[in-house]
């Protein structure tokens, strides 16, 4: 088991939502507070060694929520450059582990992180979620792996390392990802 006091989150939230539209998708208001925000509030209480929150152009307030944040000033680049900068970051914590989760994931739980935490054992461990078909973030990535992530090129960001993980399965609900209006609009009405 790897502790959550040597684990660094890195919170991926600087991506260019093309299928949303031209709104702010983390800014927009979902059961009283902005979507952004949940995956937030639910890990607050997690002991992590540090908190990243990798942005773009976003009103999302993630310092006021006690991450650092690292800004992305090219996130055309794609997913693996907003996964280096965070890891980058998480490095300066000098962690065993840094769990990777995705703002647009509203239904993440602690629950949930402290299960990838409680399967991480060692610098090689690899600890994904999954609903039972398809492994996703949140994911949980130990020492040794880090320099794979930050190698991390496109879009594809860590799929790799994830695919050949340990994989946690836990609800489908808890892996909701918002990518269109659409999306929204389910989660809202079930």
Partial sequence: ???????????????????????????????????????????????????IG?????ALDLTSCGYEVVVNDDPAAGLG???RLGVEAALRCDPDAVVIALADMPRVTATQIYRLLDHAVGPDAIVAS???EV?????LFGRAHLPELLAAQGDMGARE???RGHHIVVPPAELVDVDTPEDLERLIHG
């Fill in 1 to 51: 088991m790897i502790r959550a006091e040597r684990t660094a989150l890195v919170l991926l939230a600087a991506g260019r939502s093309r299928r949303f539209g031209a709104a702010d998708k983390l800014t927009i208001p979902y059961l009283g507070r902005p979507l952004g925000l949940h995956v937030v509030v639910a890990l607050e209480a997690v002991p992590f060694a540090a908190r």
């Fill in 54 to 58: 990798v942005v773009a152009e976003t």
């Fill in 81 to 83: 450059r907003s996964l």
């Fill in 130 to 132: 999954s609903d039972g």
């Fill in 135 to 139: 492994p996703r973030p949140p994911a």
């Fill in 161 to 163: 390392l994830v695919q």
